[in-house]
Each structure stands twice: as C-alpha cells, then as structure tokens.
C-alpha cells in the first residue's frame, strides 16, 4: 500500500442547532487520513456521527469546524467554479438506501448518465449510451437494464445502478454511506464483493461507513471507530480485530456472532460503560503502537501499553 | 372478460380512456358552440314544454329549448372552469418552485397561503372580481386568483419531501443547477399532485362561478351559464318543473366526472411504475 495521503481529516466539527440553545454535536473534533488505494471502515453504533463524518467530507453539510483536505486542496474553503466541478468530479457516493437515493421518475440511463452530462464526459448521445452500457455491465448488469425504471429492480440491483453512478464520472475517491445495510445478507456479499473487485481494477480509495463488524473487517485495511461524535480507536484492520483497547472497541468486537455453536454458547458479551473512564482530564488521541491510535488520558495510555505488551 | 376479448394492456387501456374522454368533451363543447342565437330564442307558443322527442330536456319559463341551453351553459361553465382551473395550478406551481428556492422565499409563500386562506373564500372571490368589472372577465381573474392557496400547500409540501431526496443530493453533489433538480426531479413528481388538483379545482371553480352568479355578482343572467340557469330554475321547482334543474346538473355532473376521469387517467399515464404493471 502506498502511503500517499489522499484525503486528511483534521479536527472536523459538524454542530446541529436543534434549538435555540441546544446543540447536537454529531461529529466533535475527529481526525485521520485516508491514503490512496486504501479502504477506510468506520464503524460505530447508530447515530454515533459516522453518516455526518462522511456527508461533511464531501460536502453535503458544512462543516462547523476543522479542515478537510483533499489530494493537497480545502475541501470546505472558497473554490472557483473549474475547481468546484473537479473536486465534484474527484468524490463521489453512495447511499445506504437504494430505495431513496434513485429518483423513480427518471430512467436508469438517465440516472446513470446525471453526471457524464454536466462534466462534459461524453461528446454526443451515442458516446453516452455507450458509456452507460459499459457502465451497466462493470457493475453486473447489462445494457438492457438502461432503459427501465428504479421499480423494476430488486434492492441489490438498485444498489449496483446507484454505484454504477458514483463510477460514471471517474472519481477518485468513494464515500460509501452504509451500502450494505438496507441489503439482503445474501446481496450483501456480492455488493461487497463487487466494491472490492471494482478497488482492484480501477485503484478507488473508499471510506466505508456501516456497523455491520464482520463486512467491515473483511473489505477494510484500516478500521476507526467511532463513539458519541468522537474517534475512540483507529487502527489496521487486523490489529483492531486482535488487540482491541479502548474498552467501547472491545465492547463492539465482543458482539460479533459467528457460526460457530460452540463459541456462542461461550461468548460473553463486554458491556462498555462510559463512567469507567479515567476523567481526571481531557482523553487525547494517543498513539500506542505504530498506526494504532486510541483516545485515552495520560493513565489510561499507560495502562493500554502496558496491556498490548502482554 | 373484457380484457381478454379485447387484450390490451394497462397502459393502452389507459391510453384509450383518455381518447374517449377527450372526445366527450370535445363533443360537448362543440355542440355548445356551433349553436345559434337563434336557438336560443324566447317561443311563447311552447312554454314550461316537459322533456320531448322535439325538446329532449324540455322548454323553460319562455319556451326555450332547454337542451340548447344547457350546451351553450356548459360551454362557458367548461371555459370558465378551465381558464380558472389552469390559471390557479400555474400558480400554485410556481409559487411551490418559489417557495423551494430558500428559507426567506418558502416563509413568503407560506405566509401568502394563510392571507389567502384566512378571508372567506367568496368574500375575496366577490372582492377581485367586482375590482375587475364583473362579468365573464371579473368572475374569470376572481376564480384564478382564489383557487391556488389550498393546492400551493398540497404541492409545497410534497416539494419539501423530495427536496430532502438522497437523489437531489447527489445531482447538487454532481454540481446540477437548481433549475435542472427542478425539472428533473421536483417538476415530474409534483406533476400528479397537480393533474389531481387541477382537475379537483375544475369544479370547484364551475361551482364558485355559479354560485356568485348566484348572487348576483357573476355573470349577466343572459348568458345562460350552468349556474344561471340552476339559480333561475330554483323558482320553478317547486311548481314541479323537474327538469329544468335536472338535467342541466346531469350534465354539468357528466361533465365534471368526464374530467375526472381524463385527470386520472392522465396521472397513470406519466406514472412509469403504473404503466409497466402489465395487466
């Protein structure tokens, strides 16, 4: 993997005001780096800000606060309209439902073709059609498909046209918002499957966002997890998985069903409470091992060496 | 059975029915139009004459052949109702696609909904068209100007559910005009809501017009409207002349159904999951 940075998150802040003085923070003060060709997971519980982390990065929400930085460029500071389209050219995403994120009045070519359009990828209709067939078929579908209707798909082919969108413009980096959660378990694989197969053909970097624990572990190299609007633990996949430290990650981790009878008869679920923190001060995101970060005070970063050396 | 004798499919059912329903009331207005002042004439000798093979909705007060002026009335009620009905939409549609423009134009349409809404519907209605003049042009700018507040609701509400669309995001993501999300996304789904409001403010603009005819505001009680002649044939009822009021709301009522029927029928047509459903 190279280790070029393609997107870096700093301290990125996204504040709902839900009333005239109440505040949600969804997301409060994350950072990480995505590097190119990787596969970012984040996981979280429902509501914990991953969505909100993806949407600000690509700019569906202005951020409150913090810096995202795009192949060297702000994402959220001002832009000429050239650059406006490229950066809009360079990231795109799909959606957690397949239902929603397709207009049903529009046919699947022009679904498909919304983006060739504006950035003037293709020159004449027939360039156009082409391309959609072509498109169509690198997400396993075929050319028949283009001139139907959303309604006329199951979940996981609406899924597919939805990624077949995001792939028309040639982008660079993928935000996937949960593309696997509205699926059938048995879609679920393919749709996985198809994202990696389409990783290693045209090297797309993905930030995958989901809670399921298993998919992201099997698609991601490196995995944050997230609690309340903050990072509370980011490392590689196969570390997360093996030295789990932040008790929330281990919390997480411990309910993983496998099928396996006699494991789960034995599996003792980790209940993690927020007060068993040490909150003499401020928890800081610390690096305990190379590439593995967890939020912890001073105490705790001593008590988490010292356990990972064991 | 009828389908299979016939074998068609829903959206040529659809599309036939809508044939049919046009050409009713094209038959209707036509026939209405092509009839001459001279049939429309005062003939003592055949007075308060009962339905007939010579006058099939009967003769009324004067001996006018009412079959002769019900078609004539339905004709402008028809004009009415549709320059009113379409004038009304219109609005309504682009005060939704206002409205959708951002938080300041969306509070100004709201707030110009509930003015609307808050006088008496027929006080305003009478207010406008006695401003203008009265007569077929008054009640005319009256019933355009008073229809739009309850369906500009209608649609700016459903403008809110699909401006919030994960697919509206993507276009604006992708770096799509406002004007294109309006035309490809927010237009075609507030299209039905419109087709059905319109053809639900057809009558109710034939009914407000016949109403303020009613009381004396509308239009001069020698243009035979609908609403004339069922306010005129009000006096003669009671003396059992039934068919004065009959038919001509028979027909009005015909009518009425006929374009409710073409407005439905119209909806399905451009709503692609109805149109693929086969059967």
């Given amino acids: 993997m190279s280790q070029e940075k393609l997107l870096e998150v700093k301290n990125l802040k996204q504040h709902f005001k839900t009333g005239r003085h109440s505040v949600v923070k969804a997301v409060d003060g994350i950072s990480f780096d995505i590097y190119k060709g990787e596969t970012f997971g984040l996981v979280g519980e429902s509501g914990c800000g991953k969505s909100t982390t993806g949407r600000s990065i690509i700019r569906l929400y202005n951020a409150t606060d913090g810096q995202v930085t795009f192949g060297g460029e702000d994402v959220h500071g001002k832009k000429s309209k050239a650059k406006l389209k490229e950066f809009n050219q360079k990231m795109q995403m799909i959606f957690q439902d397949p239902y929603a994120s397709l207009n049903p009045r529009m046919t699947v070519m022009d679904i498909i073709a919304e983006g060739l359009d504006i950035h003037g990828l293709v020159n004449n209709q027939q360039e156009r059609k082409a391309r959609v067939h072509d498109l169509l078929e690198r997400v396993g579908l075929n050319k028949e498909h283009a001139s139907r209707y959303p309604h006329e798909f199951s979940g996981g082919q609406r899924q597919r046209i939805g990624i077949a969108r995001a792939l028309a413009v040639d982008p660079e980096f993928i935000i996937a918002d949960e593309p696997i959660s509205a699926l059938d378990v048995s879609i679920q694989a393919q749709v996985v499957n198809l994202l990696k197969d389409l990783q290693k053909e045209h090297g797309y970097t993905y930030l995958f966002i989901a809670h399921d624990l298993s998919m992201v572990k099997y698609i991601s190299d490196r995995i944050g997890v997230m609690y309340f609007g903050k990072m509370v633990e980011l490392a590689d996949s196969e570390e997360l998985y093996k030295n789990p430290l932040h008790p929330y990650t281990k919390s997480l981790l411990s309910a993983i069903p496998l099928p396996d009878p006699d494991y789960e008869r034995n599996r003792v679920r980790t209940e993690y409470n927020p007060a068993d923190h040490d909150t003499s001060e401020t928890p800081e995101f610390r690096e305990i091992r190379p590439n593995h970060w967890v939020l912890c005070t001073t105490k705790e970063f001593e008590a988490y060496k010292k356990e990972i050396k064991n | ?279």
Wanted: glycine share 10%; net charge positive.
């Fill in chain 2, 1 to 279: 059975m009828w389908r299979q004798r016939f074998n068609l499919s829903l959206r040529q059912r659809t599309f036939y029915i809508i044939v049919f329903s046009i050409v009713m009331l094209m038959l209707m207005i036509f026939s209405g139009l092509f009839i001459s002042e001279g049939q429309l004439k005062i003939n003592p000798g055949e007075m308060n004459g009962e339905p007939s093979l010579a006058h099939l909705f009967g003769t009324d007060w004067l001996g006018r052949d009412m079959l002769a002026r019900t078609l004539k009335g339905l004709t402008l009620s028809f004009g009415v109702g549709i320059v009113a009905a379409l004038a009304s939409s219109v609005i309504a549609l682009l005060l939704t696609l206002f409205a959708s423009w951002n938080k300041t134009t969306d509070r100004m349409v709201t707030w110009l909904v509930d003015l609307f809404l808050s006088v008496p519907h027929l006080v305003l209605l009478l207010l406008i068209s006695f401003t203008f003049g009265g007569g077929f042009k008054g009640v005319i700018i009256g019933l355009s100007l008073t229809h739009w507040p309850s369906l500009t609701r209608l649609l700016r509400s459903e403008m809110l559910q699909i401006k919030t669309a994960k697919y509206v995001g993507v276009s604006q993501q992708l770096g799509k005009s406002r004007w294109w999300v309006g035309k490809h996304h927010i237009v075609p789904h507030l299209l039905p809501q419109l087709f059905i409001g319109f053809t639900l403010l057809f009558p109710h603009a034939i009914l407000h017009e016949a109403s303020i005819t009613f009381l004396g505001f509308g239009l001069p009680s020698e243009q035979p409207a609908i609403g004339v002649i069922l306010s005129e044939s009000m006096r003669y009822l009671s003396t059992g002349k039934w068919w004065l009021a009959v038919f001509p709301g028979l027909s009005l009522l015909i009518m009425v159904g006929l374009f409710d029927l073409l407005g439905q029928s119209l909806c399905k047509w451009v709503d692609p999951f109805h149109g693929q459903k086969g059967m």
